[in-house]
Structures are given as structure tokens and as C-alpha cells.
T-cell receptor, first 111, second 113 residues
């Protein structure tokens, strides 16, 4: 069974801290890994990672994939209250044309 | 504006009363998909469609039906809703297949009593 596991499930930090969110996966046929941010509404796309070791970066957010150890991390530096959200990791299954999501990490940034 | 729309946004209904949640996208995307989101379980795929008249089951298809008669529309049908289908539902679309960034609709919160 294809499985995506995120950790921690919940995280509370102070504004300005740096956080690392984890996503590990066990799937039959990996194609790509996606990160989404979900505030009160629909998930919005952050990154898609396909190759190992290549960091994707957008402002204070960055992510990297390790296909040998089957995990990805999402880093957020100098956190702000607007970063408070649920962060979702999903894996695209090659051939099956479907996404398998993790449970999400609820990140709360306190001022 | 490029978007995925869903209707209704909120729905409270009773067990057994057939309902349809509509989904429409204006981006000419080929791939469309339905998810449900429940606390602690993340997003789980119900059905997906790779093109008109081509649909397939996701991980949790029981109790749901879909159709894809036009490229832009992908309605989700609950023939006989039950309380365990109370959930937050998202429709999503992407350019080609599921192997691409998916754009999500605003969500439909369904309560079945």
C-alpha cells in the first residue's frame, strides 16, 4: 500500500524561528513529490520535486528530496505569523496518475 | 481568472437523499480529481479523470460516482449519502495528467445527518 507520512503532526514556534517539516514515503512507483500550503481554504502549491539533491527555493521556503532515503524536508526560515497553516506533502505515483497525501503538519507561529 | 469552482460551498443534508457537487475549471485542463479531507487523515483521492469519458477510482471511491461528459466539468454524485460521508471535499485539476501541479477548488463542506 502506498503511504506518505509527515512529521511532526503539529508544531508551535515563535516568530523568527526556523522550522523543518518532514515527509517520508513508501510507494510502488515514485514519480514526484509535491508540497502544498493550506490555510483556511484550498491547498496552494509550493514545490514539486522530482530529482534527488536539488534544492527548490522560494523566498524563505526551501525544499529538498532524497530518493535514496525516501524523504523530503520543507524548511522555513525567519518564520512569520502568516506562515501559520497546514503543510501537506503528496507523492505522485507513476503510471497510476494519482496523488497520495500525508496527514499534514499543522504549523502555528506565535508572535 | 483561471480557477476551479465548486458548488455548493456548504451543504447539510439527510441520509439517503441524493446530491451532486459540481466542479468546473476554466483552464482547459485534461486531468480532474476529487478528494475528501478528514481530520488526521489528510486528503484522500475519491475519483479522477484523465480526459472526457475517462474516469478511474482513487483510494476511497465507495459511495461516490462521477462523470466527465465535458472537459471543464467533473461532478461528484452521492446517490445515497450516509453520515460517514460527512467531510470537506475538494475538486482539483491539472494541465495533463496527475503528474503535475494540481489547482484546487475552494472546497465543499458536506454534513450528512
Amino acid at each position: 500500500e502506498d503511504k506518505v507520512v509527515q512529521s511532526p503532526l503539529s508544531l508551535v514556534v515563535h516568530e523568527g524561528d526556523t522550522v523543518t517539516l518532514n515527509c517520508s514515503y513508501e510507494v510502488t512507483n515514485f514519480r514526484s513529490l509535491l508540497w502544498y500550503k493550506q490555510e483556511k481554504k484550498a491547498p496552494t502549491f509550493l514545490f514539486m520535486l522530482t530529482s534527488s539533491g536539488i534544492e527548490k527555493k522560494s523566498g524563505r521556503l526551501s525544499s529538498i528530496l532524497d530518493k535514496k532515503e525516501l524523504f523530503s524536508i520543507l524548511n522555513i526560515t525567519a518564520t512569520q505569523t502568516g506562515d501559520s497553516a497546514v503543510y501537506l506533502c503528496a507523492v505522485i505515483i507513476q503510471g497510476a496518475q494519482k496523488l497520495v497525501f500525508g496527514q499534514g503538519t499543522r504549523l502555528t507561529i506565535n508572535p | 481568472e483561471a480557477q476551479v469552482t465548486q458548488n455548493p460551498r456548504y451543504l447539510i443534508t439527510v441520509t439517503g437523499k441524493k446530491l451532486t457537487v459540481t466542479c468546473s475549471q476554466n483552464m482547459n485542463h485534461e486531468y480532474m480529481s476529487w478528494y475528501r479531507q478528514d481530520p488526521g487523515l489528510g486528503l484522500r483521492q475519491i475519483y479522477y479523470s484523465m480526459n472526457v469519458e475517462v474516469t478511474d477510482k482513487g483510494d476511497v471511491p465507495e459511495g461516490y460516482k462521477v462523470s466527465r461528459k465535458e472537459k471543464r466539468n467533473f461532478p461528484l454524485i452521492l446517490e445515497s449519502p450516509s453520515p460517514n460521508q460527512t467531510s470537506l471535499y475538494f475538486c482539483a485539476s491539472s494541465l495533463w495528467t496527475g503528474s503535475y501541479e494540481q489547482y484546487f477548488g475552494p472546497g465543499t463542506r458536506l454534513t450528512v445527518t
